[in-house]
């Protein structure tokens, strides 16, 4: 069973960086040489859940318009690990931070895509941003 497991939250004041990492483990399927379909999503109280990166069908990062150009994702198939490195952190974006991982399908031209569905998720990861 496949399961992921945040770290690397905690408090930053505005305009500090922070990398968070997304542990993967118990994956039993096709072995890639990158992982695909896999995303950080954050969620602040009484907000709804924000996909703020993710890795799409083909491995190519995706990032929501909030974050572009402050935001990487990233990963280490090496050591099953999925990276956010977040830079210029505004106390907006205060929030728990998540890791999840969605099924890879094949379309029928032929496409590798995402289903959209983020079956498997973290626990989470606090982030504080102080101003």
């Known amino acids: 069973q496949l399961r992921l497991v945040e770290s690397g939250g905690g408090s930053v004041k505005s305009g500090e960086s922070l990398t968070l990492s997304c542990a993967v483990s118990?994956?039993?399927?096709?072995?890639?040489?990158?992982?695909?379909?896999m995303a950080w999503f954050r969620q602040a109280p009484g907000n709804e859940r924000e996909r703020v990166a993710h890795?799409?069908?083909?491995?190519?990062?995706k990032y929501s318009d909030s974050v572009t150009g402050r935001v990487t994702i990233s990963q280490d198939n090496g050591k099953n690990m999925v990276y956010l490195h977040m830079n210029d952190l505004k106390p907006v974006e205060t929030a728990m931070y998540y890791c999840?991982?969605?099924?890879?399908?094949?379309?029928?031209?032929?496409?590798?895509?995402?289903?959209?569905?983020?079956?498997?998720w973290g626990q989470g990861t606090q982030v504080t941003v102080s101003s």
């Open positions: 118990g994956y039993s399927g096709p072995t890639y040489s990158v992982r695909y379909c």
């Open positions: 999840a991982e969605d099924q890879r399908i094949r379309t029928g031209g032929g496409f590798y895509v995402c289903e959209y569905e983020w079956d498997v």
């Open positions: 890795l799409d069908g083909d491995g190519n990062p």
